[in-house]
């Protein structure tokens, strides 16, 4: 089932109670696309979870995630705190917070024995190759250079995407500067199975339009 993903990063539009408001409003279109097999899903702030998760029908996945078990880790995002405030899965080493390998692994061996889903994003077909041995449950490939931007990995580098579903299979997700139809369709066509997408839906004037845009190209 193919997967989209709003992540909501720490974009005003996607904190608290805003945060709250784009979760609904990406809710309710989600219900009206239900008969279409997408996997509508929003990954949102630590602190966000619980305030959201029981709010909405579609996942809430955390924006990440540490490897350390219960103890001595302050600061840390501990796997078994964001699945009790309601979060059903997790995305790690995005762009904007990488991760040592070392980690990357031990967070998905640690994500296998709770069963709960965690999201890989890798910048390069050597790293994904790397993590897949693990299955993590999807890898997102994204290029940090376009993330935010307004040119998409899938019309910029249609060919990566290409080479990362050859060697990764079916859980391969494009991510970084997916904005409108003709990007979300590009990546479709190149055999992604999703796409991960957060400034053109948070910060857009108009979420709902945007995102039934978005989906439309599925």
Not at 179 to 203: E, W
Request: hydrophobic fraction near 45%; include cysteine.
């Amino acid at each position: 089932m193919p997967l989209f993903i709003v992540n909501f990063k720490t974009y005003e539009n996607g904190t608290g109670k805003k945060a709250l408001r784009l979760a609904k409003i990406i809710d309710k279109v989600a219900v009206d696309f239900q008969d279409t097999d997408i996997d509508v899903v929003i990954a949102v702030q630590p602190a966000d979870i619980r305030l959201i998760a029981d709010k909405v029908s579609i996942p809430v996945f955390a924006q990440h995630v540490d490897p350390t078990t219960c103890g001595s880790n302050t600061g840390s995002v501990l796997l078994e705190s964001v699945i009790e405030a309601g979060a059903r899965g997790a995305i790690i080493n995005h762009s904007e917070h990488r991760m040592k390998l070392e980690d990357i692994k031990k967070t998905i061996r640690r994500a296998k024995k709770l069963d709960f889903p965690v999201i890989v994003c890798v910048d390069k077909l050597s790293l994904g190759e790397k993590v897949s041995n693990l299955r993590p449950d999807f890898i997102a490939i994204e290029l940090p250079e376009l993330i935010g931007g307004k040119k998409s990995i899938s019309l910029v580098k249609p060919n990566l995407i290409k080479k990362c579903v050859k060697a990764l299979g079916n859980r391969v997700i494009a991510g970084s500067g997916i904005r409108g139809f003709d990007d979300v369709k590009k990546a479709i066509d190149l055999g992604a199975n999703g796409v991960l997408v957060a400034n053109a839906i948070v910060n857009a004037k108009k979420p709902e339009k945007v995102l039934k845009d978005l989906l439309t190209a599925f």
